[in-house]
């Protein structure tokens, strides 16, 4: 990313509850300047997506079916490393998933570019449905 791109910033969506993916894509969807090329709902299928469609920007739940997300972040940068992760959690706290185990150098919480909570994701699908919440 060298600042030169002036196209939408392509994001993947990856959580395995569809509401909760369908929730970001609409909030994001009301946005200028997004475009959501893709969505998985496991962490190997995640894996395939963002190697397809190399996208700006991944947002990534941290507790998935299938193999464990944190060293699959550690392999998506390895082989994406222009692709920024932010992670889903549902945590409070993002800083108490450093606990977590970790597999590779790069691995841990502080490799992925931003954390949300499952709260923040909350208000944010809240605001653009414009519902009470």
Known sequence: MDGADTGP????????HQVIRAALRF??????????VGEAGDVATTER?????????????LNMPGEPTLPAIYGIRQ???????????????PASCG?????????RPSSAAGWWTSRRVRRM?????RSRC
């Open 49 to 61: 997506r963002v190697a397809a469609f190399r996208p700006r920007v991944l947002i990534l739940d």
């Open 79 to 93: 082989s994406v490393p222009e692709t920024r992760i932010v992670v889903l959690t549902m945590e409070t706290d």
């Open 27 to 36: 909030f994001l969807s009301q946005q200028d300047g997004f475009e959501v």
């Open 99 to 107: 606990s977590r185990p970790r597999a590779g150098p790069t691995s």
């Open 9 to 16: 910033i392509t994001i993947v969506i990856a959580d395995d």
């Open 125 to 129: 699908a809240c605001q653009s449905a």
